[in-house]
């Protein structure tokens, strides 16, 4: 059974930086792309970023310039590099993986990101 834990949250002061981390457990059909997303209580999920199997990338524009999403293939991990974080990146960050086979989405559990002074 496949899993994906995620890692690397945490509270951050404005204009400081954090990396989330997510990795799958267990064996995983080849990937098609990876995702993070974030959600606020009250909020519907945000999509943040995409790397695809072809290696690009995506962002969404409220984050650009300031995240960079990257992976370790041979690890099944995808990273998001968080640089000059503010308020309003407080949310809980959620790893996606879609894969090739039947469209499959997994998703990990959660982490909580909390950038306050």
């Known amino acids: 059974q496949v899993q994906l834990v995620e890692s690397g949250g945490g509270l951050v002061q404005p204009g400081g930086s954090l990396r989330l981390s997510c990795a799958a457990s267990?064996?995983?059909?080849?990937?098609?792309?990876m995702e993070w997303y974030r959600q606020t209580p009250g909020e519907q999920r945000e999509w943040v970023a995409q790397?695809?199997?072809?290696?690009?990338?995506y962002y969404a524009d409220s984050i650009k310039g300031r995240f960079t999403i990257s992976a370790d293939d041979a690890k099944n991990t995808v990273y998001l590099q968080m640089n000059d974080l503010k308020l309003e990146d407080t949310a809980v960050y959620y790893c996606?993986?879609?894969?090739?086979?039947?469209?499959?989405?997994?998703w990990g559990q959660g982490i909580q990101v909390t950038v306050s002074s």
């Open positions: 267990g064996t995983i059909s080849p990937i098609n792309y």
């Open positions: 790397l695809t199997s072809r290696n690009r990338v």
């Open positions: 996606k993986f879609r894969v090739f086979r039947g469209n499959r989405d997994y």
